[in-house]
């Protein structure tokens, strides 16, 4: 079976056409045809909401975070609002490291100076991070008009970060991220005016399918991430890239020869 891409493991399918009417059907007492009956599913709207993925190229790709739309916070500019988000790490805590990130010549190298200073970060950070980049979200977009009117354009429609290595902010390559980045842009629509966030479910657990996840993981504790883990094989001793197969030891007979040689 070929594997899906994400557009498609997400795509809704649209209700099926009702079954036509027998031309023919028994008459009632009157002597007048039974009108034909529709089933509850043909006459009401399904209540799932749309679904719209959005990446750093393709519609709607000013939704991500690193789109050349500079943002203004306290009187200062940011070349985009990733560069203000790494920013906040700092803020009131290193401004220096704030001012560095501010004035980077790209949003990834902003990233860059954030990560390799991580340890430097207000310790709160990680309670805080998801309202953050709400924050400088709605600030983006309660700048920029046109933006402003494409985020109200989705509706009520749930939106989603096509990432296949981010599973916070995105959704990951498996569909199951946290995908906070998404659920955060719904809740600056609904601040600039558009339709209230749809309710998500729970996320659960990787590994068990039960707990919910914990925090930022993708496992409700520690025995389901060491029960997960301890399921990969270990790596060929010769390659160190690819897994062990069987009782082989190596992950080929290259590697075994190559190992014996």
Not at 72 to 101: C, M, W
Not at 174 to 196: F, T
Not at 203 to 225: A, H, I, M, V
Request: glycine share 8%; hydrophobic share 30%.
């Amino acid at each position: 079976m070929p594997q899906l891409t994400l557009a498609q493991a997400f795509a809704l399918k649209g209700p099926k056409k009702p079954t036509s009417p027998k031309a023919e059907r028994k008459a009632g007492p009157s002597g007048s045809r039974k009108e034909p009956k529709t089933s509850d599913s043909q006459s009401k709207p399904s209540g799932s909401a749309p679904k719209i993925l959005f990446g750093p190229n393709g519609p709607h790709a000013d939704f991500n975070q690193f789109s050349p739309h500079p943002v203004t916070y306290n009187g200062e500019v940011y070349p985009t609002s990733q560069h203000l988000f790494q920013a906040f790490k700092f803020h009131g805590h290193r401004d220096d490291l704030a001012e560095r990130i501010r004035m980077a010549s790209t949003a990834e190298m902003a990233s860059n100076i954030a990560h390799n200073n991580k340890a430097s970060a207000r310790p709160d950070w990680f309670s805080i991070n998801v309202s953050k980049m709400e924050e400088a979200l709605f600030l983006k977009f309660s700048q920029y008009p046109l933006l402003q009117q494409e985020l109200l354009s989705t509706g009520s429609a749930e939106l989603y970060q096509d990432s296949l290595t981010d599973t916070f902010w995105g959704v990951g390559s498996d569909l199951l991220g946290c995908n906070e980045l998404g659920q955060a842009l719904e809740r600056v629509r609904q601040k600039v005016g558009g339709s209230k966030a749809p309710a998500r479910k729970v996320l659960q657990c990787q590994n068990c399918r039960k707990k919910p996840r914990f925090g930022q993981t993708l496992y409700c504790g520690g025995s389901c991430l060491r029960a997960d883990i301890s399921t990969i094989p270990p790596l060929c001793p010769q390659c160190r890239r690819r897994p062990q197969v069987g009782k082989l030891k190596y992950c080929g007979d290259t590697c075994r020869k190559a190992a014996q040689a």
